[in-house]
């Protein structure tokens, strides 16, 4: 079985930063593309950011400029490096990973880190 375990969440004032890590964990031969998504009370998840196993990256517009994601693949682990942060960033945040145990890949996701932005 597969695991996604994440860490890094904390409370932080506006301005500030936080660094959240995924790391997967089992039986693994090829992850491919790994993304951060969020879910703010009474809202729906939405992406937050994504790195293909090419390294190409896309953000969603309210983080662009202020949120970087990298992985390490040695590791097997997503980073999402988050400056400059906002109230409006408070959620809590899960590590997704497409990931190719056998011969087909599945949707794994993290047990998600709470993150709170005060004013």
């Known amino acids: 079985q597969v695991q996604l375990v994440e860490s890094g969440g904390g409370s932080v004032q506006a301005g500030g930063s936080l660094r959240l890590s995924c790391a997967a964990s089992?039986?693994?031969?090829?992850?491919?593309?790994m993304s951060w998504y969020r879910q703010a009370p009474g809202k729906q998840r939405e992406l937050v950011a994504a790195v293909t196993s090419g390294g190409s990256t896309n953000y969603a517009d309210s983080v662009k400029g202020r949120f970087t994601i990298s992985r390490t693949d040695a590791k097997n682990t997503v980073y999402l490096q988050m400056n400059s942060l906002k109230p409006e960033d408070t959620a809590i945040y899960y590590c997704n990973a497409d990931i190719v145990q056998w011969f087909t890949s599945s949707q794994y996701w993290g047990q998600g880190t709470q993150v709170t932005v005060s004013s």
């Open positions: 089992g039986r693994i031969k090829t992850i491919n593309t």
